[in-house]
């Protein structure tokens, strides 16, 4: 088909969802059969050039509105996703900008992998000079002045977020770690921040339940915070909607995208067909749908000449939530050195077929209730978020061997406790993909995290307005690692 018909919805001008209340502009009869010609053009992500990424010639198809009953809305900017990534954009459009915003989501927030999160902003085992270095060192300064912001309303961070400023340990148990975490240490110092290696005896005295070997010491940065997800993505939502009531904010939940509208005059993307609404976006839209962000920009391009792969996978991570659990108060986050082999570690595409990948690293905090959440697993196990007893007992025995005090509960007996799961968005190069979708120079991507999201979320933010905004003083250098390139294949 080569026409588009978008017809004039009757249906009225606000728009109530989920308790927010947001401006509709009605759209007219929106029809032509102009053919596009697109010319062939072949790209995806330099990280990503195993998968082949293409865009095929030819006339571009449209997938018709579902026009006779959905509504028709228009803004500046449709975010696809209402995760941490999402969520965060949405804000930084709000405050750093004039434009509208609408969210959609296929559920709710915090339904992906951000409701899951340990809730860890951690520089700690971030590598200084890498790829990510810089949007991880924004990142944390920017969830800094988030907080205090909070504070400045005279509101409490800890209530309100969750955000305590625990400082982080990473432990070590072997002579091989130690190493490895002194020269962490000094890398981190170098590179400006606070950090400082703890022999055992110290590390004892900041955390007394923990079980110190001959080979025990940990590297600590006391600058490092947490947060709980879900609150403080609750608080976003909160602030973001106070922007509906001047017309430039709307949430769409329960309402998933299905496909995307192009101008045949432009090429360009000019609305977002959900399940119940067509989304006219003038300026932009962002795919921040995190695991879903491949299969998504696959079916939204499902029934045109484009073929684009995102490579992000699922990898699904369990959490062991102990409510206020009284026998062990950690006064820090504390997670094994060994869990930054795991969260580094890449798939070489024959490994794919090679099972799950299950590992299991112990993460142990006290969050803001007193609740003990000890984390966690990492398996690809496709969009399955099935519990698996046998990963929580592992999380538990795990943990046990860090904090001995653990051994004296059977966790058959603990009633309360909770499991949370989420599926991380795995890029197979360990780099979020952030910017537009080549040839469609209003689409940008977002996705990709992994088990960074919370923490990269607002530098990740304000890169994403910077490159739809152009803000030219702040599209430098180190946005292109994480570009949607061109390859030549
Ligand atoms: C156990 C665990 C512990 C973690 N701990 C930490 C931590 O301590 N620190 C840290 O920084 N990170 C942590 N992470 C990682 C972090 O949670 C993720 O990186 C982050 O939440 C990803 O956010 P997102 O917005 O990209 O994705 P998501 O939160 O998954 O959001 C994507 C959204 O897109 C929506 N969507 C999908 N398809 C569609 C569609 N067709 N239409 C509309 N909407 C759609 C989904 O419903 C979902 O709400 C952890 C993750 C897990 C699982």
């Not at 890398?187 to 110290?202: F, I, K, T, V």
């Not at 009531?245 to 360009?268: I, M, N, Q, W």
Request: proline share 5%; charged share 20%.
């Amino acid at each position: 088909m080569d026409s588009i018909l978008l017809r004039y919805s009757p249906n009225s001008t606000l728009v109530h969802q989920n308790g927010a209340v947001s401006f509709s502009t009605r759209r007219t009869t929106a029809s032509t059969t102009t053919t596009l010609p697109f010319k062939s053009t072949l790209f995806g992500n330099k990280t990503l050039s195993r998968e082949k990424t293409r865009f095929r010639p030819g006339p571009v198809h449209f997938s018709a509105a579902n026009s006779t009953s959905a509504s028709c809305h228009t803004f500046d900017v449709v975010i696809i996703g209402a995760g941490i990534i999402g969520l965060t954009i949405a804000r930084q459009f709000l405050f750093g900008s004039d434009l509208s915003v609408a969210v959609v989501d296929k559920a709710l927030p915090c339904s992906g992998a951000t409701g899951a999160g340990q809730g860890y902003i951690w520089m700690i085992h971030k590598t200084p000079g890498s790829e990510k270095w810089d949007l991880a060192m924004r990142s944390h300064k920017l969830w800094k002045k988030f907080a205090e912001s909070v504070s400045d309303q005279c509101l409490d961070p800890l209530q309100v977020l969750g955000w305590k400023k625990t400082g982080s340990l990473l432990i070590g148990r072997n002579p091989k770690e130690l190493v490895l975490l002194q020269e962490t240490v000094k890398q981190l110092c170098e590179a400006g921040l606070r950090a400082e290696y703890l022999p055992g005896s110290d590390l004892l005295q900041m955390e007394p339940e923990l079980m110190i070997g001959e080979h025990s010491g940990a590297a600590f940065l006391p600058d490092d915070c947490q947060l709980d997800a879900r609150h403080t993505a609750v608080y976003i939502e909160k602030v973001n909607r106070d922007f509906a009531s001047k017309g430039r904010y709307a949430e769409f939940f329960h309402d998933p995208v299905k496909c995307l509208l192009r101008s045949h005059s432009t090429g360009e993307v000019e609305a977002v067909q959900t399940s119940k609404n067509t989304l006219y976006c003038k300026k932009a839209v962002v795919v921040a749908a995190g695991c879903w962000s491949g299969s998504l920009m696959h079916d939204l391009f499902r029934e045109t000449d484009i073929v684009l792969d995102v490579p992000v996978k699922p990898r699904k991570g369990h959490l062991l939530v102990l409510e206020n659990f009284n026998p062990l108060k950690l006064n820090h986050g504390t997670m094994e050195v060994g869990y930054t082999y795991h969260h580094n570690l890449t798939m070489d595409p024959g490994q794919q077929e090679n099972g799950q990948m299950l590992s299991i690293s112990m993460g142990a905090t006290t969050d803001m209730t007193g609740n003990l959440v000890l984390g966690s697993s990492r398996q690809f196990a496709g969009f399955d978020t099935e519990v698996d007893e046998s990963i929580i007992d592992g999380i538990w025995i795990r943990a046990a061997e860090f904090f001995p005090k653990l051994r004296d509960f059977s966790l058959t007996d603990l009633r309360s406790r909770k499991v949370r799961i989420g599926l991380r968005p795995y890029m197979p190069d360990g780099k979020p993909i952030i910017g537009p979708v080549p040839s469609l120079s209003n689409v940008f991507l977002a996705t990709g995290h992994e088990g960074e999201g919370l923490s990269l979320a607002l530098g990740t933010a304000e890169m994403v307005a910077d490159m739809v905004l152009q803000n030219p003083q702040r599209l430098m250098e180190h946005h292109l690692p994480f570009r949607v390139d061109v390859v030549d294949i």
